[in-house]
C-alpha cells in the first residue's frame, strides 16, 4: 500500500489498482495549496465524521470520480440523499471492497455536519489489503478500546494517529495509543493546519523515539510505502 498525506487528516492510499481518499479538506487548507483537488483520483472517499476539516472537498472529490462515499449509517444516508453511491457501516462492522477489508472502530470524539445536523458516531477505520493494514483513527481521544484492534483484527502495519492536541490526542496520547494497537511505527496527522494544534515536530519525534516508537511527518504531497 501507498499512503500519500494530503495535510491535516486527508490521506490517499492506492491498494490493489484502487484509490481511496480519507478525509479531504484540501482546498481550504492553506498548507495544501500545491495540492489540486481536481487532479486527485478516487474510487472511494471515506470520512470518519463530518466536522467542516475532514468533509470539505468530499463532494468534489467524490463527483469528480464518481467515487462511493463510506462512512457511518448517517454520514451515508446524508450523502446519498444528495445523489452520492454511498456504502454505510457502523462501529464494529467489517466489509470486504474490491480492494480489502475495512473494519470501523471506535473513536472517542462528536461529528455533527457544518449546519450542526447529527452525524453519528465519529469512527476510525483499518484498511487490510496486500497482506498489510493501516489503522487511520480518525479524530479521537486515547481508549483503552484501542487494545482489542491488534487483539480482534490483527497486526497493525502502520497507525496513523492525530497528535495535534487541543481537539484530538496530543504527543503523549498518542504514544500510549501506539502501544495499545501494538505497532512501532507511526504517521502523524491533524496538527499545524491551524493556530490550537501547532506541533513542535522536533519534540514529537523524540519523545516517540524515547518509546522506540518512529513518528513519520510527511510533507504534504509526500507519499511512503507500507
Ligand atoms: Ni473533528
Ligand atoms: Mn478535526
Not at 119 to 140: H, L, Q, W
Request: glycine share 8%; net charge negative; proline share 2%.
Amino acid at each position: 500500500m501507498k499512503i500519500t498525506y494530503l495535510g491535516h487528516s486527508s490521506l490517499s492510499i492506492e491498494l490493489s489498482d484502487k484509490v481511496i481518499m480519507v478525509d479531504p479538506f484540501i482546498s481550504a487548507n492553506e498548507l495544501a495549496k500545491n495540492i489540486d483537488i481536481n487532479k486527485l483520483k478516487a474510487d472511494y472517499v471515506f470520512l470518519t465524521h463530518v466536522h467542516e476539516d475532514h468533509i470539505i472537498d468530499a463532494e468534489k472529490i467524490a463527483q469528480n470520480n464518481n467515487a462511493i462515499i463510506v462512512s457511518n449509517y448517517e454520514i451515508a444516508t446524508y450523502y446519498s440523499k444528495k445523489g452520492f453511491q454511498t456504502h454505510g457501516m457502523n462501529t464494529g462492522g467489517s466489509w470486504q471492497f474490491d480492494f480489502g477489508t475495512v473494519h470501523v472502530v471506535k473513536a472517542i470524539h462528536s461529528s455533527s455536519f457544518p449546519d450542526g445536523s447529527y452525524g453519528g458516531n465519529p469512527i476510525g477505520f483499518v484498511f487490510e489489503s496486500e497482506n498489510k493494514r493501516i489503522y487511520v483513527a480518525g479524530d479521537t481521544a486515547l481508549t483503552y478500546d484501542m487494545k482489542l484492534i491488534p487483539e480482534v483484527i490483527g497486526a497493525i502495519d502502520l497507525a496513523v494517529l492525530p497528535i495535534g492536541d487541543n481537539y484530538t490526542m496530543g504527543i503523549n496520547s498518542a504514544i500510549k495509543a501506539a502501544d495499545f494497537v501494538q505497532c512501532d511505527q507511526i504517521l502523524g496527522y491533524h496538527y499545524d493546519t491551524f493556530g490550537f494544534i501547532k506541533l513542535d515536530h522536533t519534540l514529537a519525534k523524540t519523545n516517540f523515539s524515547k518509546h522506540k516508537k518512529k513518528l513519520i511527518l510527511l510533507e504534504i504531497g509526500r507519499s511512503m510505502d507500507v
